[in-house]
């Protein structure tokens, strides 16, 4: 059972930094793609990062370019991103999830959110 823990969220003012980890259990980080999502109150989960099994170039949404890095660490299952020059906008729960390397068009496994405030 793949299991997958968020941690790193908090409150911080606009223009600060927090890093959020997602560490695996019950399987290899390495097998699988790994993805951030997050979802603001009264809206759609949207797609925030990913990064692919062998750890190639990552993809943002445009609305965290050169704000927010996505990495992994395969030798210690973990994942992150890295977010600086937080906006109020960004506020939301922050969800990782995984894709195995052999269907990596579906997140099969998600964590249970971590919470992100971001105030003006």
């Known amino acids: 059972q793949v299991q997958l823990q968020e941690s790193g969220g908090g409150l911080v003012q606009a223009g600060g930094s927090l890093r959020l980890s997602c560490a695996v259990s019950g399987s290899t980080l390495s097998n699988y793609k790994m993805g951030w999502f997050r979802q603001a109150p009264g809206k759609e989960r949207e797609f925030v990062a990913a990064?692919?099994?062998?750890?190639?170039?990552?993809s943002y949404t445009d609305s965290v370019k050169g704000r927010f890095t996505i990495s992994r660490d395969n030798a210690k299952n973990t994942m992150y991103l890295q977010m600086n020059s937080l906006k109020p906008e960004d506020t939301a729960s922050y969800y990782c999830?995984?894709?195995?390397?052999?269907?990596?068009?579906?997140?099969?496994?998600w964590g249970q959110g971590t919470q992100v405030t971001v105030s003006s």
């Open positions: 999830a995984a894709a195995s390397r052999w269907s990596p068009n579906t997140y099969k496994y």
């Open positions: 990064i692919s099994w062998g750890g190639g170039i990552p």
